[in-house]
């Protein structure tokens, strides 16, 4: 599975202006629910939900909040390089400001394990993150993101 696979320049986000973990959720929500067809309010749920049972801030400035919707076709991405960061009560306490969201139909099981081994892959590649963080607009985040998985593939 390729991230290519699970994002379009269309679920990029390059200067998301947020104050906080909970509304960088909600627009996260607002934009995953254009891309999915679903309900934002049921997205943005499944995403709090989670996050009640950990964070899922992973460290280095990173977030993959991610859930599972049962009327979902298949697995969805969105991506967003927050404008400043916020504090997500990640592992490491350290502000985030490059977010993953993952979307998945219940059904998904493996396949949604697979996806987010391969963003997390993808995100603990430093250099990676640092261009991510020096590109400032979404067709430039999205090369970067599915470059750099394509590459790191081989």
């Known amino acids: 599975m390729e991230i290519s696979d699970l994002i ?4 990029v986000e390059a200067n998301l202006r947020v104050t906080s973990k909970k509304q960088a959720l909600q627009e996260l929500s607002k934009r995953a629910a254009k891309v999915t067809g679903q309900h934002e309010r049921a997205i943005f749920d ?3 939900e989670r996050e009640r049972l950990g964070t899922t801030g992973v460290g280095n400035g990173i977030a993959i909040p991610h859930g599972k919707l049962g009327a979902l076709d298949r697995l969805y991405g969105l991506f967003a390089r927050l404008d400043q960061p916020v504090d997500f009560q990640a592992i490491d306490e350290q502000p985030v400001d490059l977010m993953f969201l993952l979307l998945a139909p219940e059904t998904a099981g493996a396949d949604h394990l697979k996806a987010l081994a391969r963003v997390s892959r993808l995100l603990r590649d430093r250099s990676v993150c640092e261009k991510l963080r020096g590109a ?8 970067l993101l599915t470059e750099s998985s394509a590459s790191q593939a081989a």
Request: no cysteine; aromatic share 6%.
């Open 8 to 11: 379009t320049v269309e679920g």
């Open 46 to 48: 499944v995403l709090m």
């Open 136 to 143: 400032d607009d979404p067709e430039a985040l999205f090369v």
